[in-house]
């Protein structure tokens, strides 16, 4: 009677995890230490997939150990890694467990970009193979009986888990045997041969009869619940494994209610309630009557039969000798109770006892997230305030070059060059002159067309592999099931996009730096000469030697020595802003452990305050100094000019010193934007690697799922009908015979999973009585004549008989071998007068066709030369349940 159900697991494709795995680590941690450890990780994790995946699996612990390690490391490196269809593509195909190839029920196969379909068909695996361990058990003993309950309760709860969550990991239509249908269904059964382990151990046990009832009334109650879903989900019959589950369910469904009145029937005879006791026994009676009669070739209930009919024997004669009981209708007893021992198990990772994960150090994606924009916030706070520095300083030298300063200070003689013109001569020269900023400028377009060629070519492929998907999708309609790569594409075109802008406000910002450098060319090249050459180029004036010892002179010199040091603090200032640095990961990931999901905006802006707050407030002090010192440096320096002696010799000396000094702070500032351009430029090329290689990972993943849907989609097609189903009329199937045409033998028609019976002979041809008594018939027992009648070659190919048209001329029914079409013709048709002198036709002696049986060649007196035994008729089918 134990007959336990068990499911068939699922079987994968190779998969390979290191080469994509491997190169998301390379590109996302830089440092080399953390790279070779996650990829001996990634490694690692491969081998377990192999291991749980890739050989089959023995029906014990050890391997139900290694899927579940397996699918709790799938749950741990899920939030770890940006598993999808457009950032790391992994595609998963995994076969129906149930459908083996045939024209029924659901795909053969599913191939999909999910790491959530890895997941549910890993615990689909692990689900089954606990209930192929649970079947094996030795239930005879209380090992066996407690680790059966143990892993059926884990199946159901693997199972019930994949129906909350299938549709929401996939995202898409699912495979017959993970629709949540199948796997509500097979949930319910392991939950019922659960409670039935429990029943077995209560009777092992010899509990109380009361109990013993609850408990077997229970489980009926789940094998019901069982075989009504299993049988009214109109998908799940059709599988052939589903189709012998069912009468399974059915009979422990009888096999444990008449348990229930068994024992129930014990507790009436105790509170000497006979009439109850035969009630219930003889109800026990008519469902292992029931069982025996339809479900035998599954289930065996001798041993419970005669354990019930003996029960019932004793009873009745009890009861008729001594207690003359009233036996009650079985709708007027009492219900029995219920009592439900099992649970599902929850499936809350980690399911394995033996779990470490591999990926522990591995921050999850959503603090890896939160830490890139953090990084952009700190980034924006930093460049902020060093740009504010910067631009006050650009603007101190602007109005210094305005006003000729400090060269107005040292020009005092007329006719020598200023020693601060002569020092940004010479630091010119130390960087390289013309020919540095020039060779500069020239490298910029290369790098703007080899960044714009790396970026048309990602965004090519991504066009090129979307109009084939189209072209596909509009030649198999429906039948193209996987996403649209347009939709798939938006991110990485929204990317590429913002690439593109960027691009474009490089080149603007390009162009305004050549253009400074055109207006500031001349006096570049100016300074680039040799002390004489630039003597010679500055006009000279009249001595204003009689500043030297003034007041104004030293008031100036004195505020332009303050602004060089707030300049100079400037530059401390930027590095210690650049120098800040704080770990957000550990209060991004205290946030993730607690709420469950981390408010990165908030986080970050409380963090950067706290740590640029006090830098914010010098960089403003800083501002504030300089504003107040050039208030005063131009107060002092109009002092100063209604001093000298103003003629037009001085004033163009004066306009070539401001020129050259403007020309310097033009070259320093130009050769940092150029440098700051080639740096931008080669960083980016790095990005767009990076997009082209994520572009190219996506295609070659997309490619492979294209060459499995269209392998599928070709099998498919190959395995339908050639042409649409259609209704034979009524008058070609069953045409009526009539005097002067034998009836054509009946269609075959097929019938799955029954052995194929040979063809029908066709029945005899019509003939009246009279002829067939005359007296010039000879008897049976004549001797054959030594030379028969010659029969008519068959016009076709022997084989099962099939029926023409009637009513179309020149159409005859064709006859199966052996029988004579002119035996109409014959005795039985002729004129009473001929019939005496005719000899009777014997069949000729011919092998008969395969599979056909061959003709007798003297019938037996009783019964016709063509006359055919009758099919044996089957019964009608019987429902499962009993009809009570």
């Given at each position: 009677?134990?007959t336990?159900?068990?499911?068939?697991l699922?079987?994968?494709?190779?998969v390979?995890?290191?080469?994509?795995?491997?190169?998301?680590?390379?590109?996302?941690?830089?440092a080399?230490?953390?790279?070779?450890?996650?990829?001996?990780?990634?490694?690692?994790?491969?081998?377990?997939?192999?291991?749980?995946?890739?050989r089959p699996?023995?029906?014990?612990?050890?391997?139900?150990?290694?899927?579940?390690?397996y699918?709790?490391?799938?749950?741990?490196?899920?939030?770890?890694?940006?598993?999808?269809?457009?950032?790391?593509?992994?595609?998963?195909?995994?076969?129906?467990?149930?459908?083996?190839g045939?024209?029924?029920?659901?795909?053969?196969?599913?191939?999909?970009?999910?790491?959530?379909?890895?997941?549910?068909?890993?615990?689909?695996?692990g689900?089954?193979?606990?209930?192929?361990?649970?079947?094996?058990?030795?239930?005879?003993?209380?090992?066996?009986?407690?680790?059966?309950?143990?892993?059926?309760?884990?199946?159901?709860?693997?199972?019930?888990?994949?129906?909350?969550?299938?549709?929401?990991?996939?995202?898409?239509e699912?495979?017959?045997?993970?629709?949540?249908?199948?796997?509500?269904?097979?949930?319910?059964i392991m939950?019922?041969?659960?409670q039935?382990?429990?029943?077995?151990?209560?009777?092992?046990?010899?509990?109380?009869?009361?109990?013993?009832?609850?408990?077997a009334?229970q489980?009926?109650?789940?094998?019901?619940?069982?075989?009504?879903?299993?049988?009214?989900?109109?998908?799940?019959?059709?599988?052939?494994?589903?189709?012998?589950?069912l009468?399974?369910?059915?009979?422990?469904?009888?096999?444990?209610?008449?348990?229930?009145?068994?024992?129930?029937?014990?507790?009436?005879?105790?509170?000497k309630?006979?009439?109850?006791?035969?009630?219930?026994?003889?109800?026990?009676?008519?469902?292992?009557?029931?069982?025996?009669?339809?479900?035998?070739?599954?289930?065996?209930?001798?041993?419970?039969?005669?354990?019930?009919?003996?029960?019932?024997?004793?009873?009745?004669?009890?009861?008729d000798?001594?207690?003359?009981?009233?036996?009650?209708?079985?709708?007027?007893?009492?219900?029995?109770?219920?009592?439900?021992?099992?649970?599902?198990?929850?499936?809350?990772?980690?399911?394995?006892?033996?779990f470490?994960?591999?990926?522990e150090?591995?921050v999850?994606?959503?603090?890896?997230?939160?830490?890139?924009?953090?990084s952009?916030?700190?980034?924006?706070?930093?460049?902020?305030?060093?740009?504010?520095?910067?631009?006050?300083?650009?603007?101190?030298?602007?109005?210094?070059?305005?006003?000729?300063l400090?060269?107005?200070?040292?020009?005092?003689?007329?006719?020598?060059?200023?020693?601060?013109?002569v020092?940004?001569?010479?630091?010119?020269?130390?960087?390289?002159?013309?020919?540095?900023?020039?060779?500069?400028?020239?490298d910029?377009?290369?790098?703007?067309?080899r960044?714009?060629?790396?970026?048309?070519?990602?965004l090519?492929?991504?066009?090129?592999?979307?109009?084939?998907?189209?072209?596909?999708?509009?030649?198999?309609?429906?039948?193209?099931?996987?996403?649209?790569?347009?939709?798939?594409?938006?991110?990485?075109?929204?990317e590429?996009?913002n690439?593109?802008?960027?691009l474009?406000?490089?080149?603007q910002?390009?162009?305004?730096?050549?253009?400074r450098?055109?207006?500031?060319?001349?006096m570049?090249a100016?300074?680039?000469?040799?002390?004489?050459?630039?003597?010679?180029?500055?006009?000279?004036?009249?001595?204003?030697?009689?500043?030297?010892?003034?007041?104004?002179?030293?008031?100036?010199?004195s505020?332009?020595?303050?602004?060089?040091?707030?300049?100079?603090?400037?530059?401390g200032?930027?590095?210690e802003?650049?120098?800040v640095?704080?770990?957000?990961?550990?209060?991004?990931?205290t946030?993730?452990?607690?709420?469950?999901?981390?408010?990165?905006?908030?986080?970050?802006?409380?963090?950067?305050?706290?740590?640029?707050?006090?830098?914010?407030?010098?960089?403003?002090?800083?501002?504030r100094?300089?504003e107040?010192?050039?208030?005063?440096?131009?107060?002092?320096?109009?002092?100063f000019?209604?001093?000298?002696q103003?003629?037009?010799?001085?004033?163009?000396?004066?306009?070539?010193?401001?020129?050259?000094?403007?020309?310097?702070?033009?070259?320093?500032?130009?050769?940092?934007?150029?440098?700051?351009g080639t740096?931008?430029y080669?960083?980016?090329?790095?990005?767009?690697?990076?997009?082209q290689?994520?572009?190219?990972?996506i295609?070659?993943?997309?490619?492979?799922?294209?060459?499995?849907?269209?392998?599928?989609?070709?099998?498919?097609?190959?395995?339908?009908?050639?042409?649409?189903?259609?209704?034979?009329?009524?008058y070609?199937?069953?045409?009526?015979?009539?005097?002067?045409?034998?009836?054509?033998?009946?269609?075959t028609?097929?019938?799955?999973?029954?052995?194929?019976?040979?063809?029908?002979?066709p029945?005899?041809?019509?003939?009246?009585?009279?002829?067939?008594?005359?007296?010039g018939?000879?008897?049976?027992?004549?001797?054959?004549?030594?030379?028969?009648?010659?029969?008519?070659?068959?016009?076709?190919a022997?084989?099962?008989?099939y029926?023409?048209?009637?009513?179309?001329?020149?159409?005859?029914?064709?006859?199966?071998?052996?029988?004579?079409?002119?035996?109409?013709?014959?005795?039985?048709?002729m004129?009473?007068?001929?019939?005496?002198?005719?000899?009777?036709?014997?069949?000729y002696?011919?092998?008969?066709?395969?599979?056909?049986?061959?003709?007798?060649?003297?019938?037996?007196?009783?019964?016709?030369?063509?006359?055919?035994?009758?099919?044996?008729?089957?019964?009608?089918?019987q429902?499962?349940?009993?009809?009570?």
């Amino acid at each position: 009677m134990a007959t336990f159900i068990s499911v068939p697991l699922k079987k994968s494709s190779e998969v390979d995890l290191v080469k994509p795995l491997s190169k998301f680590v390379t590109a996302t941690y830089p440092a080399a230490e953390e790279q070779a450890d996650y990829i001996r990780s990634v490694e690692e994790l491969n081998k377990l997939r192999k291991s749980a995946l890739g050989r089959p699996l023995d029906k014990h612990e050890s391997s139900l150990e290694i899927l579940l390690r397996y699918y709790d490391q799938l749950c741990a490196v899920e939030p770890k890694f940006p598993f999808s269809e457009n950032q790391l593509c992994l595609t998963f195909t995994w076969k129906d467990a149930f459908d083996k190839g045939s024209l029924f029920g659901g795909s053969v196969k599913l191939a999909l970009a999910s790491l959530g379909y890895e997941k549910t068909c890993v615990l689909f695996n692990g689900a089954a193979l606990a209930s192929q361990i649970a079947s094996e058990q030795n239930l005879d003993s209380d090992e066996g009986l407690k680790a059966a309950a143990k892993y059926y309760q884990l199946a159901s709860g693997a199972f019930g888990h994949i129906k909350d969550t299938v549709l929401s990991a996939l995202n898409r239509e699912p495979t017959m045997d993970i629709s949540p249908e199948t796997v509500g269904t097979l949930s319910l059964i392991m939950l019922a041969q659960a409670q039935e382990v429990f029943f077995l151990k209560a009777t092992a046990d010899k509990m109380k009869d009361a109990i013993i009832a609850k408990l077997a009334n229970q489980t009926a109650d789940f094998y019901g619940d069982a075989f009504k879903q299993c049988q009214y989900k109109e998908n799940l019959p059709k599988y052939f494994y589903f189709q012998e589950v069912l009468p399974v369910l059915a009979a422990k469904h009888c096999i444990m209610q008449a348990n229930a009145e068994l024992h129930q029937s014990l507790l009436a005879k105790q509170k000497k309630r006979f009439g109850e006791e035969i009630a219930r026994l003889q109800h026990a009676t008519e469902l292992v009557k029931t069982v025996a009669s339809r479900y035998d070739e599954y289930v065996s209930v001798k041993d419970l039969s005669d354990k019930i009919s003996r029960a019932l024997t004793a009873a009745k004669k009890d009861n008729d000798f001594i207690y003359h009981d009233r036996v009650p209708e079985v709708k007027d007893l009492e219900h029995i109770g219920k009592a439900a021992l099992v649970k599902a198990t929850a499936i809350t990772p980690p399911l394995s006892a033996k779990f470490t994960d591999l990926f522990e150090k591995m921050v999850p994606m959503a603090v890896q997230q939160s830490m890139s924009v953090y990084s952009q916030r700190k980034a924006e706070t930093v460049n902020r305030l060093v740009g504010t520095m910067r631009e006050a300083t650009n603007l101190c030298n602007g109005v210094l070059a305005s006003l000729n300063l400090p060269a107005a200070l040292e020009d005092l003689s007329g006719d020598s060059i200023p020693q601060s013109i002569v020092e940004k001569a010479r630091a010119i020269v130390q960087q390289g002159g013309l020919q540095s900023i020039e060779q500069l400028i020239r490298d910029l377009p290369e790098l703007l067309t080899r960044n714009r060629e790396i970026l048309d070519e990602s965004l090519k492929m991504l066009g090129d592999e979307e109009s084939t998907d189209s072209e596909l999708r509009s030649k198999f309609s429906q039948r193209w099931t996987r996403t649209p790569s347009g939709d798939l594409y938006k991110p990485l075109r929204a990317e590429g996009g913002n690439f593109r802008s960027v691009l474009d406000k490089a080149v603007q910002a390009d162009q305004v730096v050549r253009e400074r450098y055109n207006t500031h060319c001349e006096m570049i090249a100016l300074l680039c000469k040799p002390e004489a050459e630039l003597t010679a180029a500055i006009p000279s004036a009249n001595p204003v030697k009689t500043l030297q010892g003034s007041e104004v002179v030293s008031v100036l010199r004195s505020q332009l020595a303050q602004l060089e040091e707030v300049k100079k603090e400037r530059e401390g200032l930027e590095v210690e802003i650049k120098g800040v640095a704080f770990d957000m990961s550990s209060s991004f990931l205290t946030a993730l452990a607690q709420d469950g999901a981390i408010n990165e905006e908030a986080l970050s802006m409380s963090q950067l305050d706290q740590s640029y707050g006090s830098y914010s407030q010098r960089v403003q002090a800083s501002l504030r100094s300089q504003e107040e010192l050039l208030g005063k440096v131009q107060a002092s320096h109009q002092e100063f000019s209604k001093l000298k002696q103003s003629n037009s010799e001085a004033n163009d000396r004066e306009e070539v010193l401001k020129k050259l000094a403007s020309a310097h702070d033009s070259y320093v500032e130009i050769t940092s934007n150029l440098r700051e351009g080639t740096k931008f430029y080669n960083d980016l090329t790095e990005i767009l690697l990076k997009f082209q290689n994520k572009c190219s990972d996506i295609i070659f993943a997309r490619k492979t799922e294209r060459d499995e849907l269209l392998k599928d989609l070709q099998q498919s097609i190959a395995r339908e009908p050639s042409a649409p189903s259609f209704n034979v009329p009524a008058y070609q199937t069953n045409p009526a015979p009539t005097a002067a045409d034998p009836t054509p033998a009946p269609r075959t028609v097929f019938q799955p999973q029954v052995k194929a019976q040979p063809p029908q002979r066709p029945p005899p041809p019509a003939f009246t009585p009279q002829a067939a008594s005359a007296p010039g018939n000879p008897p049976d027992n004549q001797p054959q004549p030594a030379n028969p009648p010659p029969m008519a070659p068959p016009s076709q190919a022997q084989g099962p008989p099939y029926p023409t048209y009637q009513g179309y001329p020149g159409y005859a029914y064709q006859m199966p071998m052996g029988y004579n079409p002119y035996a109409a013709y014959g005795q039985y048709n002729m004129p009473p007068a001929m019939q005496p002198n005719m000899q009777p036709y014997v069949p000729y002696q011919q092998a008969p066709a395969p599979g056909q049986g061959g003709f007798p060649g003297t019938p037996p007196t009783q019964q016709h030369p063509y006359t055919y035994q009758q099919q044996p008729q089957h019964p009608p089918h019987q429902p499962y349940y009993p009809q009570q």
